[in-house]
C-alpha cells in the first residue's frame, strides 16, 4: 500500500481525488467532499474501487504539478520509451469530472487503464453496459459515464484498456458523475477541459498579492492552491481535508473522518487567505460561517457539513480493512456533538478580523455575536471537550476559557471602536472574571507554566496559542515558562506532540500518535514572538522538511519511522504554515500583529 505521502490531491472546488505514485487513483467521493467514495481502494484494497493508469510492464516515475496548478504530471520511464499522464479535475458546473490524458514522448510504450468502480466506500458492485460511445456503471442514485477511444474491456468486474502511447499521440480517458436518473452527460472534450483547467488554476494562483522571496514562493503557492482546493465553492465552506480515517497511528483506532468543516478553522483560514489577497474567499468562508451558525446559540456546533449540515452521525465500514489495517473506518464524526467552548471565540475573532481586513461589513454579523456573547456570559463556566475532541469526560480546559476571554475581549473591541451597540462595561467584567480564573486555577506555579486543564498537571500544545491570540504578552514569564515546559516535555525529534497519550484513559482512547503539524508551527510563532529568530526559522524550515516532494503535508508526522501520518492534505496544517510563513518573513505583515491589533 502506498504511504500517505506518496499521495496527489486533485480537486474542483467541490471534491477531491488522491492519486498515488503508481498512477492509481485509490480516492474519490462523487459528488462532493463527504459523499460515499467510488474508490476507496485507499482504505481497503484495489476491490474498493480505484482506477489505474501505468505502463503495462512497469517503470520509474517521477511527478510533478504543472507551474500554478493542480494539473498532475506523472512521468513514466520504460524499457520501451518514456510517456506521460496528465491528471485534473476541471473545476465544473454540474458535472463532476476526472480527466486523464496519456501522451507518448518517446518511443512507443504499451500502457494499462484498469477501472474498477465500486460504490458507497467499495462495498457496491454497479451495473454496467454500453451507452453509445460510454461504458455507464449505475448503482442506486449513482452513475458514472466512461469515456475513452482506446479499446476497451470487462474483465473481473473491471473495465480495463490496452494500448500503446506512441511518441508525439494522445490518449483521454474521461471519467464523470451524474445522478443514475438523468441521461449521459454530454461528451467533454479532454484538451478543451485541459486547458480550462490549466487557465483557471493559473489565473488564482497569479492573484497572489504579495511578493515573497523566491525560495518561499513555492511553498505558499502550493499551501493556498490546497486551501482553495478543499474550499466548497457553492457555499464557501472549507473541509478540514478531503479524505476519512487515515490513521493518526498505523494500525491503531484514532480515525476520523474529517470531510467537514470546523469553526475552529475560522481565523487561521481567514488570515491566511486576506493576508495573501484572497478577499473573495475570505468574504465566502465567513459568509458560510454566519449561516452555519445561525439559530439557537446554544446549538451551536464545532463542525458542520459543507453546505452547512448539524447531522454528522457517524458510524463505521466493517468491509473495509482500514489504511494498513488501521480500523474502524468511520463515516461521519460523534464530535459534532459535543460541546466545545473554543469555537464561540473562533467565531467572533473571525468576524472581527474580517472587519479589520476591510471586509465589507454585514449587516446580520453583529446581531449573530451579540447571541453568541449572551449565551457565552453562563456557558463559559462549564466544563467542555476542548480543542482537541477528547471523548472523555468533560473537563476545565484552559484553552477553551482562553477562547471564551477573546470571545468578550474582541466584543469589547469591536463596541469601542465601531461603535457597536452593547453591554461592554459587562463585556468587560467578564473578560477580566476569566483572565482572572485561568490566571488563577489554569497555571501551575512550582513548574512556571499553563496546564492542559484546571487544577492538572498535564501539558497541552494549545497552551502555545495564548499569546498568538493576546491573552498574554509573549515577554510574561509564565508565558515564557510555558513555552519552555512545551519544549521541555512535549517535542519529539524537535517537533511538538499535542499532548502525552502515554496512558489510557488520557482522552478515552489507547494511547499513541505522531507529533502534530500545525502545533509544530504554533511553536515557531512563539519563538518569533520570544525573539528566537533563528531558532523559529530553523523550526520552520524542518517542517517545510516533512512535505512531499509535492509540497502537500498531513495532520501529523512520525518521527520515527520519517512518515505522514493522519487525514491528507490537511487545511489546519497548510492554514497554519502560510501564517507561520507571514510572521517569520521580517518584510511581511505579520498575523499575530494583525490579531492584537484593534
Known amino acids: 500500500m502506498a504511504r500517505i505521502e506518496d499521495y ?13 505514485r503508481s498512477g492509481s487513483v485509490d480516492w474519490l467521493c462523487f459528488p462532493r467532499f463527504d459523499s460515499g467514495a467510488c474508490f476507496a481502494a485507499l482504505l481497503g484494497g484495489p476491490e474498493n474501487g480505484r482506477w489505474l493508469i501505468a505502463p503495462e510492464n512497469g517503470g520509474t516515475a517521477s511527478r510533478r504539478y504543472l507551474d500554478g496548478t493542480l494539473v498532475l504530471e506523472t512521468t513514466w520511464e520504460t524499457d520501451e520509451g518514456r510517456a506521460r ?35 458507497d466506500y467499495g ?31 470487462g ?57 515573497v522571496p523566491d525560495e518561499w514562493e513555492p511553498v505558499l503557492e502550493r499551501s493556498l492552491l490546497v486551501l482553495k482546493a478543499l474550499t466548497f465553492a457553492p457555499t464557501g465552506g472549507i473541509v478540514a481535508a478531503p479524505t476519512t480515517s487515515l490513521p493518526e497511528s498505523i494500525g491503531g483506532v484514532r480515525n476520523w473522518d474529517y470531510r467537514y468543516c470546523w469553526l475552529r478553522d475560522a481565523t487561521l483560514t481567514l488570515l491566511a487567505l486576506v493576508h495573501a489577497g484572497h478577499l473573495e474567499e ?32 457517524e458510524f463505521e465500514l466493517p468491509w473495509l480493512a482500514g489504511y494498513e489495517g488501521s480500523r474502524p473506518v468511520r463515516v461521519g464524526n460523534a464530535a459534532s456533538g459535543q460541546i466545545q467552548l473554543d469555537v464561540y471565540g473562533e467565531v467572533i475573532d473571525a468576524i472581527y478580523q474580517a472587519r479589520l481586513s476591510g471586509l465589507e461589513p454585514l449587516p446580520e454579523a453583529w446581531r449573530i455575536q451579540r447571541a453568541l456573547l449572551d449565551h457565552l456570559e453562563d456557558a463559559w463556566r462549564q466544563p467542555d471537550h476542548g480543542i482537541w475532541e477528547i ?20 466584543a469589547v473591541r469591536s463596541a469601542e471602536h465601531d461603535r457597536l451597540d452593547g453591554p461592554v462595561d459587562r463585556w468587560r467584567e467578564l473578560r477580566e472574571e476569566i483572565h482572572a480564573e485561568i490566571c488563577e486555577r489554569g497555571y501551575d506555579a512550582a513548574r ?37 515546559a512545551v519544549e521541555r516535555e512535549l517535542l519529539q525529534d524537535g517537533f511538538v506532540l499535542r499532548y502525552r497519550t502515554h496512558e489510557q484513559g488520557v482522552d478515552g482512547l489507547p494511547p499513541g500518535e505522531g507529533v502534530f503539524l500545525p502545533c509544530s508551527f504554533w511553536l515557531v510563532d512563539c519563538l518569533e514572538l ?13 517542517l517545510l522538511g516533512l512535505a512531499n516532494d509535492l509540497g502537500l503535508l498531513s495532520e501529523e508526522y512520525d518521527p520515527q519511522a520519517k512518515r505522514l501520518l493522519g487525514n491528507f492534505p490537511q487545511a489546519f496544517t497548510h492554514l497554519a504554515l502560510v501564517n507561520s510563513a507571514f510572521n517569520v518573513l521580517p518584510h511581511l505583515p505579520s498575523p499575530m500583529a494583525r490579531r492584537h491589533a484593534g
Open 530 to 542: 520570544l525573539g528566537r529568530h533563528e531558532d523559529a526559522h530553523r523550526l520552520f524550515e524542518r
Open 8 to 20: 496527489a490531491l486533485l480537486g474542483d472546488l467541490q471534491t477531491a481525488a488522491l492519486v498515488d
Open 391 to 410: 471523548r472523555g469526560e468533560p473537563r476545565h480546559f484552559v484553552h477553551s476559557k482562553a477562547m471564551a476571554w477573546v470571545a468578550f475581549d474582541r
Open 85 to 119: 499522464v496528465l491528471d485534473f479535475m476541471p473545476p465544473r458546473g454540474r458535472a463532476p469530472d476526472v480527466v486523464r490524458i496519456v501522451e507518448g514522448l518517446r518511443g512507443s510504450v504499451e500502457m494499462r487503464s484498469e477501472l474498477t468502480i465500486r460504490f
Open 155 to 211: 474483465e473481473n468486474m473491471r473495465t480495463v484498456s490496452l494500448f500503446r502511447a506512441h511518441e508525439g499521440e494522445r490518449t483521454p480517458f474521461v471519467l464523470t458523475w451524474y445522478p443514475s436518473h438523468e441521461d449521459p452527460p454530454a461528451h467533454v472534450d479532454a484538451e478543451q477541459a485541459l486547458a480550462d483547467t490549466e487557465s483557471f488554476w493559473r489565473e488564482w494562483s497569479s492573484s497572489h498579492e504579495v511578493a
Open 282 to 313: 475570505a468574504g465566502a468562508w465567513r459568509a458560510w460561517l454566519l449561516r452555519a451558525v445561525a439559530g439557537d446559540p446554544a446549538a451551536v456546533q464545532i463542525m458542520y457539513g459543507v453546505a452547512g449540515e448539524r447531522r454528522l452521525s
Open 123 to 153: 462495498h457496491v458492485v454497479p451495473w454496467v453496459r454500453r451507452v453509445g460511445d460510454a461504458r455507464v456503471a449505475v448503482a442506486g442514485p449513482d452513475a458514472l459515464c466512461f469515456r475513452t477511444p482506446a479499446p476497451t474491456r
Open 448 to 484: 512556571g507554566s499553563f496546564v492542559q486543564s484546571y487544577d492538572s498537571q498535564e501539558l497541552d500544545a494549545s497552551l502555545l496559542l495564548l499569546p498568538l491570540v493576546g491573552f498574554l504578552p509573549a515577554s510574561d514569564p509564565r508565558i515564557r515558562g510555558t513555552v519552555a
